[in-house]
């Protein structure tokens, strides 16, 4: 009868643990659900818009490009799911290629080794031949990314912490001691007498002693993940960084080509004079039936939202459910004991059990954590035995909250990717002191940054089939009728 008692205790705990601790859990699943599902769209929309654009644009010229520009978001989405990618080097290397592709273009009376374009992409910081666009757009996907990525494995961090500590056993004197209080009333001959609300919290807080140790890491993690919402809502919003990405990399197209006659001087001179193409096409003129009027810009057809929402509103919801579960651990038992289907409520303070009769609890409140269960009067608690389990979560909540640290001020970070495989970043900043202030004072305890695997650079081009002069009205056509935002 006892074991049977003790096993139906076990399980009324556990189910109570498992309620209590639902809204929490659902916090950070649903939250995480949304925001995964709203960044993987974000960036499929803006992929999608600069391809439409520059195909409507540019034509076949941007198609016999076109790897350059997926390549850019194929490393972004790797990027974001936690993969090895170094996002300023992987940036670095779009603008190198680019520059590649772009010479070719501006100069198809001549022929390029792969070695001379090899000459003509180290020349991209000193030439600036994108102007200032290259340094910005750094400076915006770099900081959005970093935070965006972090604020979504923070999400991850929070489900995968709740779900594991909703589910730990109780301890064999944590059993005897909700036997007592669960079961006791009815061999005195107190069916319907439910246990005091004090006595209620002086069992849980033994039983739950090594959860309430988890409440300051708890708190400071939630800390950082609001801090870094901020960020998203302002600075670092990723949503208005990747929605005109196509027009501002439009326009570092025709700053190119505005200096091209500059930047092939300048490289002649570096690399030296390229030989003749062999067989050089004739001029051709801009076809009679070119296309020069583009459909007017209208924010509606661009994708303002991704997954039916928006950026904001999705920060503003999850900061609202994250203030809420701040101090959960430390009042996990106060939840529990206020349950009118557990205790007979604090209101009522005389009729209720107490574990020996109906009557008034008298012992004192025992205050939370494992080391203050010294003297619990109702729960046998071995103080000098941490749950390691529980601190293990500790420390992943520590591990997460250095990370979202980082990414406030704008400092790339190493993740585990899902497969648990290493996965890491480099520097990675994109900021300076009056961009990202240092708010936080801590010391590194990552790894050092993993270099990303940098992508053969692609040195051959197919020549365009249209004139330069098709190439340059195209350019000029479309900064008109798209703003740089």
Not at 454 to 469: D, G, H, K
Request: net charge negative; proline share 5%.
């Amino acid at each position: 009868m006892e074991d049977k008692l003790s096993q139906q205790s076990k399980l009324e705990f556990e189910n109570l643990v498992e309620e209590t601790s639902h809204f929490v859990r659902t916090t950070f699943v649903s939250r995480h659900k949304k925001f995964d599902e709203f960044f993987r769209e974000l960036l499929e929309n803006a992929e999608r818009s600069l391809n439409d654009m520059f195909v409507r644009t540019y034509g076949t010229l941007y198609m016999q490009n076109s790897e350059v520009f997926q390549d850019l978001f194929t490393e972004l989405k790797r990027y974001y799911t936690g993969g090895n990618v170094n996002l300023e080097e992987m940036l670095n290397d779009f603008w190198a290629r680019l520059l590649e592709r772009m010479f070719q273009l501006i100069n198809p009376q001549y022929h390029f080794t792969e070695d001379y374009l090899e000459c003509v992409s180290k020349y991209t910081d000193q030439l600036k031949p994108f102007g200032d666009v290259p340094r910005k757009l750094k400076v915006q996907v770099t900081r959005a990314f970093i935070a965006a990525r972090t604020f979504v494995q923070g999400l991850t961090v929070g489900r995968e912490v709740a779900n594991r500590v909703s589910k730990v056993s109780p301890t064999p004197g944590c059993i005897r001691a909700l036997m007592k209080m669960l079961y006791c009333p009815y061999c005195r001959g107190l069916p319907t007498v439910k246990p005091c609300n004090n006595y209620c919290l002086n069992v849980m807080k033994g039983c739950l002693a090594n959860q309430a140790d988890l409440d300051t890491e708890w708190n400071l993690f939630i800390d950082a993940m609001l801090l870094v919402a901020e960020r998203l809502e302002g600075p670092f919003n990723i949503e208005s960084v990747m929605d005109p990405i196509d027009v501002k990399i439009s326009e570092a197209i025709m700053n190119m080509q505005e200096n091209s006659m500059q930047v092939s001087a300048k490289v002649f001179q570096g690399c030296g004079q390229p030989k003749p193409a062999p067989a050089l096409r004739s001029s051709r003129s801009v076809p009679e039936n070119f296309n020069t009027r583009f459909r007017p810009y209208n924010p509606e057809e661009r994708p303002t939202t991704a997954a039916g929402t928006s950026l904001d509103r999705l920060v503003t919801d999850i900061k609202e459910k994250l203030k809420l579960s701040k101090k959960f651990w430390s009042t996990f038992p106060y939840t529990i004991c206020k349950d009118e289907r557990v205790t007979a409520g604090s209101s009522n303070e005389e009729d209720c059990w107490n574990g020996h009769t109906k009557a008034r609890y008298l012992p004192e409140i025992m205050n939370d954590g494992l080391t203050n269960q010294i003297n619990n009067p109702e729960v046998d608690v071995d103080i000098t035995r941490p749950d390691t389990f529980i601190r293990q979560q500790i420390m992943a909540l520590r591990v997460m909250t250095n990370k979202l640290k980082n990414a406030y001020n704008g400092n790339d970070v190493n993740f585990q990717d899902t497969s648990d495989e290493t996965s890491g970043s480099g520097s990675g900043s994109g900021c300076t002191d009056d961009i990202c202030p240092t708010e936080f004072d801590f010391i590194m305890t990552e790894a050092p940054p993993v270099d990303s695997d940098r992508r053969e650079v692609e040195a051959s081009a197919t020549q365009p089939n249209q004139s330069l002069q098709t190439l340059l009205f195209a350019f000029i056509s479309l900064v008109l009728q798209r703003q740089w935002r």
